[in-house]
């Protein structure tokens, strides 16, 4: 039924440096459209996995298979065309000198005649609410414009999956609201596959599916609702719960019983105002 | 920082500024060249002309200029002195060992002077009046026939247009790390001249460092995005000839063959 996109088979990674792995014999799949949070402590091997997605890296065992290309170094070119990234620092992939050359840059490494260039410019640009400022430059920009950009830049390629290598970290709850929101809408419009790397878990309650890592090894993987009932032991792993299960739990110490973890304020409140009546 | 001209842009929409970087550029360097062609009262009656009547075109205040020529002025001051002290010829009116005042030195003296000042003026003209993404445009256009000598253009005129964009990051940064380290109790500006280039180590490291991480960040970035060094592009940026820039080619022109008109003897050659 659901069509895999990605397939990572057994993989490992070892920085040279470094006497552990950072990925540890790691296998799954991601599926098209699917909106797949992955979180982990800082050390997890979250960013290492990203990087191989996009043959940053490369291996040392296993394999990568991305619509369908096995991710060699002779393919590398082809998957990126597949797979749009976007880093944590909004001001360190900025390369253009103004908005619409940072946008076009991607374009212009793959080719595309300046016609179609300026039109696919123009359309991301768009999307992703920031046409009024095309001639502006990086530094008079707020952090979340600045992540819009690169994510306007990276839907102009039109990739299969973007990438947010914790895209939202640097970014005021404002910012970071606004850049959701603008992914969340293009996911929705084109039916595009998210990963998010994260480590705000407000935003990876909202997912499809949670993938937990810890120390390089796939921990656990589930849907939001069965990954956060494991509170105390994703406390353990040096993780957090969001606000709504931490309020659900503490308000069950207290006698009021809530059947189920609730995942978003909205719907905690909602039981909170209608449980009374049930009672 | 903020009082240097020198490598700035004025927003406008005179006439100079919407010439294209390459005839600014071309212009400005013929008219570095052409300026030794003066030797006489009225060819640098002629450049000074020209040279007002471009900053006027270029319409931005004459203040704005001057300040441009400040930072220069004893640099020009000094090498006019110079000149006057130690050129002999025409009458002498002061004669001490080898330092002499002669007519001829004093003329050398100020014809120096206008061609430093006309030279900072018109190169300023070109940067106040020029994006700095325009001008590496233009300096990349401009340098493209050196491809056929296996010259990385395009790579140099990348890294160029990188440089420009972090300049302010860079500031910013730079500001930050200084407030840090003053946080810290380091003393600015003060104490001895080793002590004062002991204080700019704790600076200096940290912003190296931290470029090196932006250098890696930018590098995977580029390359996630398809950057691919000596592959073929395509080029989003545009520049475009007008009438105007051909007009501003033949205006030089114009100005040559009048200062060959005015020379003492005449002649383009000595």
């Known amino acids: 039924m659901k069509k895999p996109l990605v397939q990572i088979e057994n993989i490992s990674y070892q920085y040279e440096d470094q006497a552990s792995f950072a990925l540890d014999d790691v296998t799954m799949t991601i599926y098209e459209g699917e909106w797949l949070a992955i979180v982990g402590h800082n050390g997890s091997g979250k960013s290492t996995l990203a990087k191989l997605l996009n043959g940053l890296q490369f291996p040392k065992e296993g394999h990568i298979t991305v619509c369908g290309i096995p991710l060699t170094e002779e393919s590398v070119w082809d998957v990126r065309k597949l797979v749009g990234m976007v880093f944590q620092n909004p001001d360190n992939q900025f390369v253009g000198a103004t908005v619409q050359d940072d946008v076009a840059f991607a374009l212009e490494n793959n080719g595309v005649p300046r016609d179609d260039m300026v039109q696919r410019v123009k359309t991301s640009l768009e999307k992703v609410k920031m046409e009024s400022f095309l001639n502006q430059e990086p530094h008079n920009l707020s952090g979340g414009q600045k992540q819009r950009v690169a994510i306007a830049g990276v839907i102009a390629l039109r990739p299969a999956l973007i990438i947010l290598d914790e895209a939202t970290s640097m970014l005021d709850p404002r910012g970071r609201e606004e850049v959701l929101h603008t992914v969340r809408e293009l996911k929705s419009n084109h039916n595009m596959t998210v990963i998010s790397i994260t480590h705000d878990l407000e935003e990876a309650a909202k997912a499809d599916r949670i993938i937990v890592m810890n120390k390089g090894k796939l921990y656990r993987e589930g849907t939001p609702e069965e990954i956060f009932q494991m509170d105390e032991e994703l406390i353990a792993l040096g993780l957090d719960i969001p606000f709504p299960v931490k309020m659900s739990k503490l308000l069950k110490e207290k006698g009021i019983w809530i059947d189920k973890p609730y995942l978003s304020e909205k719907e905690l409140v909602e039981e909170l105002w209608t449980s009374h009546f049930n009672r | ?270």
């Open chain 2, 1 to 270: 920082m903020n009082k240097l001209i020198l490598g700035r842009y004025f927003p406008g929409d005179s006439w100079i500024h919407q010439l294209d970087p390459r005839s600014k550029l071309l212009a400005c360097i013929y008219f570095i060249f052409v300026l030794f062609l003066a030797n006489n009262w009225q060819t640098y009656a002629l450049l000074w002309i020209f040279t007002l009547l471009v900053m006027y075109l270029s319409g931005v205040s004459f203040k704005t200029y001057l300040r441009g020529v400040r930072p220069l002025i004893w640099l020009i001051l000094f090498t006019v002195f110079l000149q006057v002290l130690f050129t002999s010829g025409g009458t002498i009116y002061v004669d001490w060992g080898p330092i002499t005042i002669s007519e001829f030195g004093l003329t050398n003296g100020v014809y120096i002077f206008c061609r430093f000042v006309m030279i900072v003026f018109v190169s300023t003209v070109v940067t106040l009046t020029t994006k700095p993404i325009d001008l590496t445009d233009g300096i990349n256009s401009l340098l493209r026939p050196l491809r056929a000598l296996k010259v990385p253009v395009d790579e140099f005129a990348l890294m160029l247009s990188i440089s420009l964009r972090f300049i302010p990051n860079l500031l910013d940064e730079t500001q930050k790390v200084m407030d840090a380290q003053a946080a810290r109790g380091t003393d600015f500006g003060e104490g001895s001249l080793v002590k004062q280039m002991k204080t700019l180590v704790p600076i200096f490291l940290p912003l190296f460092v931290s470029s090196l991480n932006r250098a890696e960040e930018l590098a995977n970035a580029m390359e996630v995005r398809g950057y691919q060094s000596g592959e073929k592009r395509s080029t989003f940026r545009r520049l475009t000839w007008q009438k105007r820039d051909t007009l501003c080619l033949i205006f030089m022109l114009a100005l040559t063959a009048g200062l060959a008109f005015l020379r003492a003897d005449g002649s383009i050659l000595h």
